[in-house]
């Protein structure tokens, strides 16, 4: 995530989304149901839109070797 968001969908913490081989899912994260697992797909969704937030606003591969080489560079 860039460092320079002060506020990202995944902030509260992570998120976790199982999808079965027979269609089912569960998933949870601490913002939907206070973290306890969830199959209904209304909140399923929720987790999914909010995954794809994060990974919008996330840096690319590119930025992030950058990011980090440059945090090496520094110690």
């Known amino acids: 995530m860039p460092m320079d968001r002060e506020e990202h969908a995944g902030v509260d913490g992570g998120i976790e989304v199982l999808k ?29 839109l909010r995954y794809g937030i994060i990974r919008a606003q996330a840096l690319t591969p590119r930025e992030s070797t950058a990011f980090i080489e440059q945090l090496l560079g520094e110690t």
């Open 20 to 48: 079965f081989e027979d269609g089912s899912a569960v998933g949870r994260s601490p913002v939907v149901a206070n973290g306890r697992p969830v199959s209904e797909p209304r909140q399923l969704r929720i987790l999914e």
